[in-house]
């Protein structure tokens, strides 16, 4: 069994791709509706990359994956993504 993480954990590639704070940023689950930070989520990295959890029903909210120069987001369990302006 993988080791499971935090959203944190899983914020430099999130980061890498949206210009936001991304452990701030609101995540409405496609499977139960709840609204929680990404920094909440659950997180799960293999070797293919690393799966976020909805922390409510540990439905599947995002896969993503940084290979042979690519970004590679599957994002199927969020409903709507909700981020913040960057304060300052
Ligand atoms: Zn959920």
């Known amino acids: 069994m993988e080791p499971k993480l935090d959203g944190n ?3 430099g ?3 890498e791709i949206f210009p936001f ?8 689950c496609a499977h139960c509706g709840a609204a929680n930070m990404l920094g909440a989520a659950g997180a ?5 990359g690393t ?3 909805c922390p409510s029903c540990e439905g599947v909210l995002m896969r993503m994956a940084h290979m042979h120069g690519s970004y590679w987001l599957d994002m199927r369990g969020v409903r ?3 981020m913040s302006e960057a304060a300052g």
Not at 44 to 48: E, K, L, R
């Open 51 to 53: 799966v976020l959890r």
């Open 80 to 82: 709507s993504l909700q």
């Open 9 to 11: 954990a899983a914020a």
């Open 21 to 28: 704070e991304m452990t701030m940023a609101r995540a409405t």
């Open 44 to 48: 799960y990295m293999h070797g293919m």
């Open 13 to 15: 590639t999130l980061e």
